[in-house]
């Protein structure tokens, strides 16, 4: 028991570069709420974070959205949290970790999206820069 303690130890105050990548539908599968719910819990760890959405992930932070018809709570609006995550980074000198949030400039467009479609504010990467900055992540979560 006191080796468990000990390694723990030795991880304390590391960070790490994490991507959460959204590429699936908002509503259908479990996918996008769990990756939802894996960036907010990364929020209390302080761990530096890239939450990234192509393919079809980009619907889950589209503005408009209404899910009555099938019966599912709208979840859009919990991204809000994210962003004001990202701004908490952005500002306080205290808080040693950046955030980031980006959609894939191709996917937007295959899609007749813009950035002003969204729920939240976003920085639009092109296919190749955001393979370049899912390369530089240490963990990367896909859903």
């Known amino acids: 028991m006191a080796g468990d ?11 790490k570069r994490f991507m959460f990548l959204n590429r699936k539908a908002p509503y259908g599968t479990i996918y996008a709420l769990e990756i939802l719910e ?11 974070a890239v939450i ?10 589209m503005k408009g959205q209404d899910t009555t018809a099938i019966g599912m709570k709208n979840f859009s609006r919990a991204y809000g949290a994210v962003e004001m995550e990202k701004e908490d980074a952005d500002e306080d000198p205290d808080l040693d970790i950046e955030w980031r949030i980006v959609v894939e400039q191709e996917s ?3 899609r007749g999206l813009t950035a002003d479609d969204f ?7 092109g296919r190749d820069a955001l ?5 530089e992540q240490d963990v990367v979560l896909s859903g």
């Open 108 to 110: 937007i467009e295959q």
């Open 5 to 15: 303690t000990e390694s723990l130890g030795d991880i304390e105050g590391k960070k």
């Open 52 to 61: 990234a959405f192509m393919d079809d992930g980009v619907y889950q932070i």
């Open 38 to 48: 894996a960036v907010l819990i990364s929020a209390a760890f302080e761990q530096n």
């Open 119 to 125: 729920v939240i504010g976003v920085e639009v990467l």
């Open 131 to 135: 393979s370049q900055l899912m390369n």
